[in-house]
């Protein structure tokens, strides 16, 4: 019988995308998917060669941790799909870890407070503010669809903040606002690892019948669709 410590991470919320391979409370290895905007194509592939990698079975992974998004409509289905199929097939515990949750873990641990801001689109960004908690962040500010007025409005200071795009920020210094790198809002696999393993230990397994994508707006395709036929 197979040693079933072994867990897998999946972040393909992004243009970019990863995986990550642990055993119990260990990480064995990460792998990028060589490309971007090509996670139905790269993911199963990435995940079999970095399991073989190590000698790791489909049957040997007993948990699979996955970004929920909001992000990438596309990327955001091959994941959650590819680890909802391991739960069914090889009965792997589910969880399913949000997006911004994930990104928050992107910040310094000397930072005080993050503002995560996801999907703008006409001036509002899906957006939570966490606060520092011993090693772990705590939303201090629920998540919802804000301006960034609005969200500044509501965030302690000093507060970092993360996203890419954002609109503009004036006078951020003054206000006590550091807005970090792009390269902060990008969704690391070894994050929701990490977040998964705690997920673990802390509430149930996500059912892998209803578990879906955290779509906060309506896919452009539907609205184009809505704004030409209306109703109908």
């Given at each position: ?63 699979v941790y996955v970004s929920l998004g909001p992000g990438s409509f596309t990327g955001l289905r091959v994941g ?16 399913g870890i949000p997006t911004l949750d994930v990104l928050a873990e992107n910040a310094s641990a000397d930072t ?30 629920d998540p919802e669809l804000r301006t960034m007025a609005e969200l500044l409005e509501a965030s302690p200071r ?75």
């Amino acid at each position: 019988m197979p040693d079933r410590n072994y867990n897998l991470a999946i972040e393909t919320s992004g243009r970019s995308g990863s995986v990550t391979l642990g055993r119990g409370d260990e990480i064995i290895d990460t792998a990028e998917l060589p490309h971007k905007r090509r996670h139905n194509v790269e993911l199963l592939p990435t995940i079999d060669s970095l399991c073989k990698q190590h000698g790791v079975t489909p049957d040997a992974i007993s948990q699979v941790y996955v970004s929920l998004g909001p992000g990438s409509f596309t990327g955001l289905r091959v994941g959650i799909t590819t680890a909802k199929m391991l739960a069914l097939v090889n009965r792997v515990e589910l969880f399913g870890i949000p997006t911004l949750d994930v990104l928050a873990e992107n910040a310094s641990a000397d930072t005080q407070y993050v503002a995560v801001c996801l999907n703008l689109k006409r001036d509002t960004v899906h957006s939570c503010v966490y606060q520092r908690d011993g090693e772990t962040w705590s939303a201090t500010v629920d998540p919802e669809l804000r301006t960034m007025a609005e969200l500044l409005e509501a965030s302690p200071r000093p507060v970092s903040v993360i996203g890419d795009p954002l609109p503009p920020i004036p006078d951020e210094t003054a206000q006590g606002i550091t807005v970090l790198d792009p390269r902060y809002a990008v969704g690391r696999s070894e994050a929701v690892w990490q977040l998964g393993r705690h997920a673990a230990k802390t509430r149930k397994p996500d059912d892998p019948m209803t578990l879906a994508p955290l779509y906060i707006r309506e896919p452009e395709a539907v609205e184009l669709w809505n704004q030409r036929h209306g109703e109908e």
